[in-house]
Nanobody
């Protein structure tokens, strides 16, 4: 499984960005896709996930502002980010999880910077 993320950039507080992650390889084996973020000096934290069946899960800090979605035809997972604030500044990584054997795949990361 390979993941190619894009869409990061610099945006002012209150603005929006949409991240994209193209998934390739044995995608039939993927159980869930998601986005994580890592701010400077901090651990990598979950932002949002979407299961094979379409169920979504969000970190409390982004609920109501971010939306994860998946385009099955294009093998792409998106993260629509609205009402961005400086605390959202981080490198965002897309992730694919396979249950058996338990494996995590990661994209290369895309930097989101929110200015105040």
């Amino acid at each position: 499984v390979q993941l190619q993320a894009s869409g990061g950039g610099l945006v002012q507080a209150g603005g929006s960005l949409r991240l994209s992650c193209v998934v390739s390889g044995p995608i039939f084996s993927i159980n869930s896709l998601g986005w994580y973020r890592q701010a400077p000096g901090k651990q990598r934290d979950l932002v949002a996930t979407i299961s094979k069946g379409g169920s979504t899960n969000y970190a409390d800090s982004v609920k109501g502002r971010f939306t994860i979605s998946r385009n099955y035809a294009e093998n792409t997972v998106y993260l629509q980010m609205n009402s961005l604030n400086p605390q959202d500044t981080a490198v965002y990584f897309c992730n694919a999880k396979i249950v058996w054997p338990a494996t995590d795949y990661w994209g290369q990361g895309t930097l989101v910077t929110v200015s105040s």
